[in-house]
Structures are given as structure tokens and as C-alpha cells.
């Protein structure tokens, strides 16, 4: 758990407390609550309500960089580095890739006929040249853009024109697998 993780949790919790108070325990106590001091009651819970919202921008940030950040420390300790030729690991299960079998998988499911590809001799224009789109990228931004695409939609291209299923169509060992591939092919090297 992160410092971010309990500062979240705090605001939440004040949050929480601050309303049910107000809502439970005040007017019983006080039935014309909040009277005279509306602006007073509406200020601070405007100013809870954007704290939370506040709180939640930040930490789902360092979330979403603490994950990225370990998920490419994990696949390029497990791969032997970028570019490697010995394959890089895959991310998620940990698998490590094996950049032939890869090559075989790009082949099999079809991604030359709609990527360029040097290494694998395909000259497609549906989806992104990824001798371009992929260079100087890790190998988990690579599996990001097979499991998530959308997520990553390369410049100039709709989201949606990838088919969504291909994360679920490999296991975790085929998707180790053209991961490294990609990685060790990717600017036709």
C-alpha cells in the first residue's frame, strides 16, 4: 500500500463520516439543520466532494505509473533487455517470450495481413506499420497494444479496427512469445 493508497483511503473516510453525519445524526439532534448556515454546510461539502475527486486523480495516476513502471522493470529482468534476441518476458503471468516461436504466432493469427512488418516480409496497410509504431517502444507497451488496443490506438488509426479479442484468443505463453518477437523484430532488425 502506497502513500497515495492512505491518503485516498483518509479523504474517502472523511467523506463518508462527513455525510453520514449530517445525514443521520444532526437531524435528529437539530431538525431545521442546516438552517441559517446552508452556504457554510453546501462550501464544505463541495469542498469534500473535490478533495475526493482530487484524491482519486492523483493517486489513480501513481497507480497507473507504479503498475506500468513495474510491469516493464518485470519484463525487461525476466528478458535479458531490450532487443534482446533470447526473448523478453511477456508481462502479466511472467512468462519469458521465445522470439521463433513468436514469429510462427505472428504468422498463424494473421497480423501480416494487416501490419508491415520487415522481419516477417508482410506489407499490409490496414493497421499500423509496426516497424514504425513499435520503435523505441518496451515490451509492455507491445503487449498493451495486443491485449488493449484501443488503449494504445496508433496515430492515425480509429480504435476498434484491431479486433478486440486477440488477448483472449493467446495464452500467456503465446502472448510471451510474439511479444518478443516483436521486440527483436520491430525497424526490421
Known amino acids: 500500500m502506497s502513500g497515495n493508497d492512505i491518503v485516498l483511503g483518509l479523504v474517502a473516510l472523511v467523506l463518508v463520516v462527513f455525510s453520514l453525519v449530517v445525514s443521520l445524526l444532526i437531524p435528529r439532534r437539530d431538525p431545521g439543520f442546516p438552517g441559517r448556515n446552508l452556504r457554510v454546510?453546501?462550501?464544505?461539502?463541495?469542498?469534500?466532494?473535490?478533495?475526493?475527486?482530487?484524491?482519486?486523480?492523483v493517486a489513480g495516476e501513481a497507480h497507473e505509473e507504479e503498475a506500468g513502471g513495474a510491469e516493464t522493470a518485470e519484463t525487461t529482468t525476466e528478458g535479458g533487455g531490450e532487443g534482446g534476441g533470447g526473448?523478453?518476458?511477456?508481462?502479466?503471468?511472467?512468462?519469458?517470450?521465445?522470439?521463433?516461436?513468436g514469429k510462427e504466432i505472428f504468422a498463424q493469427a494473421g497480423?501480416?495481413?494487416?501490419?508491415?512488418?520487415?522481419?516477417?516480409?508482410?506489407?499490409?496497410?490496414?493497421?499500423?506499420?509496426?516497424?514504425?509504431?513499435?520503435?523505441?517502444?518496451?515490451?509492455?507497451?507491445?503487449?498493451?497494444?495486443?491485449?488493449?488496443?484501443?488503449?494504445?490506438?496508433?496515430?492515425?488509426?480509429?480504435?476498434?479496427?484491431?479486433?478486440?479479442?486477440?488477448?483472449?484468443?493467446?495464452?500467456?505463453?503465446?502472448?510471451?512469445?510474439?511479444?518478443?518477437?516483436?521486440?527483436?523484430?520491430?525497424?526490421?532488425?
Open 41 to 57: 454546510f453546501i462550501v464544505v461539502a463541495a469542498l469534500l466532494v473535490v478533495a475526493m475527486l482530487a484524491a482519486v486523480e
Open 111 to 189: 497480423c501480416g495481413d494487416c501490419h508491415a512488418l520487415e522481419d516477417a516480409g508482410s506489407t499490409a496497410e490496414v493497421g499500423p506499420n509496426l516497424d514504425e509504431s513499435l520503435q523505441g517502444q518496451d515490451a509492455a507497451f507491445i503487449r498493451e497494444s495486443i491485449v488493449e488496443p484501443d488503449a494504445v490506438v496508433a496515430e492515425g488509426y480509429a480504435p476498434g479496427i484491431m479486433p478486440q479479442d486477440y488477448g483472449e484468443q493467446l495464452d500467456e505463453q503465446q502472448l510471451a512469445d510474439l511479444v518478443a518477437y516483436l521486440t527483436q523484430a520491430r525497424g526490421g532488425s
Open 87 to 101: 526473448g523478453e518476458g511477456g508481462g502479466g503471468a511472467g512468462a519469458q517470450g521465445d522470439a521463433a516461436a
